[in-house]
């Protein structure tokens, strides 16, 4: 397995989990794509890959809309000439009880997730299948992709639809020789789990420590958070698994929350 002469593109990978998913494909031989709604942090993150000796580029992309989707997908094509690996990464996180979540909260939700990925697979799988090489499409989901967790809804719905998408990508793309996985992390320690913590204290009238031992940890088995590299390396094996034996699957990292 080799990522080298690979080119791999990851969705909102400006920071979090995205970033150190570009960075690992990168040490691996990939030439990355940053593609993130904030052109300056990816530039960032790309320049420092080149100064660590890698190669990298980045590209703006707003994921729910189908013209920057396209477009960013083209400027890859045209500058580095090919992608053979397609990370959907970018998401958000918005808490709060069904009676009190906002409609326009759930339409962001599912449209950042779902609609996001929905359009950069179409937009890959064409150069992806025209190029005959086939390719890699990894969605990034979450232990909500099989679970259900208190005052997460639209992200529960959003992630449980990345396993439908992955299994249908695969079921089509089989016979082209392109490949769909899901990784599905347990709680990371980044900004955006960070900020959950006091959100569900309150909404659960609980302390932030609560929250972190009885609520997002309690069911692993060792009372760890799943690590960003836990996570990147992950994507790297799926990245350059080179046969359609693994594919269609859904990959929990998660210290033993949910087990299949």
Same mark, same amino acid.
């Given at each position: 397995?080799?990522?080298?002469?690979?080119?791999?593109?990851?969705?909102?990978?400006?920071?979090?989990?995205? *970033?150190?998913?570009?960075? #690992?494909? %990168?040490?691996?031989? &990939?030439?990355?794509?940053?593609?993130? /709604?904030?052109? +300056?942090? @990816?530039?960032?993150?790309?320049?420092?890959?080149?100064?660590?000796?890698?190669?990298?580029?980045?590209?703006?992309?707003?994921?729910?809309?189908?013209?920057?989707?396209?477009?960013?997908?083209?400027?890859?094509?045209?500058?580095?000439?090919?992608?053979?690996?397609?990370?959907?990464?970018?998401?958000?996180?918005?808490?709060?009880?069904?009676?009190?979540?906002?409609?326009?909260?759930?339409?962001?939700?599912?449209?950042?997730?779902?609609?996001?990925?929905?359009?950069?697979?179409?937009?890959?799988?064409?150069?992806?299948?025209?190029?005959?090489?086939?390719?890699?499409?990894?969605?990034?989901?979450?232990?909500?992709?099989? *679970?259900?967790?208190?005052? #997460?809804? %639209?992200?529960?719905? &959003?992630?449980?639809?990345?396993?439908? /998408?992955?299994? +249908?990508? @695969?079921?089509?793309?089989?016979?082209?020789?392109?490949?769909?996985?899901?990784?599905?992390?347990?709680?990371?320690?980044?900004?955006?789990?960070?900020?959950?913590?006091?959100?569900?204290?309150?909404?659960?009238?609980?302390?932030?420590?609560?929250?972190?031992?009885?609520?997002?940890?309690?069911?692993?088995?060792?009372?760890?958070?799943?690590?960003?590299?836990?996570?990147?390396?992950?994507?790297?094996?799926?990245?350059?698994?080179?046969?359609?034996?693994?594919?269609?699957?859904?990959?929990?990292?998660?210290?033993?929350?949910?087990?299949?």
């Amino acid at each position: 397995m080799t990522l080298k002469d690979k080119v791999a593109l990851i969705t909102g990978a400006a920071s979090g989990i995205g *970033e150190h998913c570009a960075r #690992k494909l %990168a040490v691996d031989g &990939a030439t990355v794509v940053i593609a993130d /709604l904030n052109l +300056v942090n @990816a530039q960032r993150v790309a320049e420092d890959i080149v100064a660590s000796g890698g190669k990298a580029i980045a590209v703006a992309m707003d994921v729910t809309s189908e013209e920057a989707v396209n477009e960013g997908v083209a400027e890859t094509i045209s500058r580095v000439g090919g992608l053979d690996v397609l990370v959907s990464n970018a998401g958000i996180q918005i808490v709060n009880r069904i009676e009190d979540y906002a409609f326009s909260d759930w339409k962001k939700m599912l449209a950042i997730h779902l609609d996001g990925a929905f359009l950069t697979t179409k937009a890959a799988i064409r150069h992806m299948y025209a190029s005959n090489k086939g390719g890699s499409l990894i969605y990034m989901g979450s232990v909500h992709s099989h *679970e259900a967790s208190q005052l #997460k809804s %639209a992200y529960v719905t &959003a992630k449980h639809g990345l396993l439908g /998408l992955a299994r +249908v990508v @695969a079921k089509e793309g089989g016979i082209r020789g392109v490949r769909a996985n899901v990784v599905c992390p347990g709680f990371v320690r980044t900004p955006l789990v960070d900020k959950q913590i006091p959100e569900q204290a309150e909404a659960l009238g609980i302390s932030p420590q609560e929250v972190v031992k009885n609520v997002m940890l309690k069911d692993t088995v060792d009372g760890g958070f799943t690590s960003l590299a836990d996570v990147a390396n992950t994507v790297a094996f799926l990245a350059g698994f080179e046969s359609s034996a693994l594919t269609g699957q859904s990959i929990v990292v998660s210290h033993g929350w949910y087990m299949q």
